[in-house]
């Protein structure tokens, strides 16, 4: 099956949404028209981003200002995938967060109770924390140095957020950090793990042929949509070069410059 053909069947497009669909605070010139080309071919599309330090509600506050309507349903959030995990695995357990206001939230209207007493805890949970202490870390560090089997759970192993300007540390880099003092790894719930995906494919009813994962990274977009079975598509639009797709030894199914020349196949 040609590439356009194979993309005409899909009918759930899963976008990440930052370096793919916008570039910080700037939507890119194809993103609007693409989102109604695929409402107006009969598809569904998600955004689906590792970024937990950002609640639904601040998502769709964001697109709106960047013109892009949007509701609740229409995200898949590695915030929600981790509550997912942790009410089936650890449900009832009284987490430690090293989170945004906004992923605690997320975690208590899931039904856990969220504590800053280490004595207390029986779970960590790191994300993608703007709002990262020194106190935070020296914590985490002490259960994870003093209680080995602590549960740790980490909501995505994303190394850096992209900027307008570069970069800044991410989810991953934190627990790389952490690493260093412990010598422990978390089990890390978002891209690339297939569980955003599948939990996005059950919640909208499609199947992994029916489903394409679109982002600009191929170890946390890329791979979580080849775990899952799905199509991939890699844009050049973010972080990735083409020197790291060379030496990637995980390939996307597809690669385009921008999710622009997505737009011209489905309109054509």
């Not at 899952?228 to 973010?238: K, N, W, Y």
Request: glycine content about 8%; overall charge negative; proline content about 4%.
């Amino acid at each position: 099956m040609q590439v356009e053909e194979r993309i005409k069947s899909i009918k759930l497009f899963l976008f990440d949404m930052d370096g793919t669909l916008y570039l910080g605070d700037r939507l890119y010139d194809f993103t609007k028209e693409l989102l109604c080309q695929i409402k107006a071919n009969g598809g569904r599309y998600l955004f689906m981003t590792n970024n937990s330090s950002k609640s639904v509600k601040a998502y769709i506050e964001k697109l709106g200002k960047l013109g892009i309507e949007a509701e609740y349903g229409d995200f898949i959030t590695s915030s929600q995938a981790t509550a997912y995990y942790l009410n089936k695995h650890y449900k009832g357990k009284t987490l430690y967060v090293c989170g945004t206001v906004s992923l605690k939230n997320e975690l208590k209207e899931n039904g856990f109770e969220l504590t800053e007493d280490v004595n207390k805890t029986d779970c960590i949970v790191m994300g993608f924390d703007t709002e990262l202490t020194f106190q935070k870390l020296h914590d985490v560090s002490y259960m994870l140095c003093t209680r080995p089997d602590i549960p740790y759970i980490a909501t995505n192993p994303d190394y850096v957020c992209p900027t307008e300007f570069g970069s800044v540390p991410d989810c991953g880099s934190v627990c790389d950090m952490l690493f260093n003092v412990s010598g422990r790894r978390p089990i890390f719930i978002g891209k690339p793990e297939p569980l955003m995906p599948i939990l996005a494919m059950e919640k909208e009813g499609f199947k992994k042929e029916e489903t394409v994962v679109i982002g600009d990274r191929i170890y946390t977009d890329i791979k979580s949509g080849l775990n899952a079975g799905a199509l991939t598509i890699l844009v050049m639009s973010g972080e990735t070069t083409y020197e790291i797709l060379e030496k990637s030894v995980d390939k996307p199914d597809i690669v385009m410059e921008d999710a622009g020349e997505l737009l011209k196949i489905l309109r054509d």
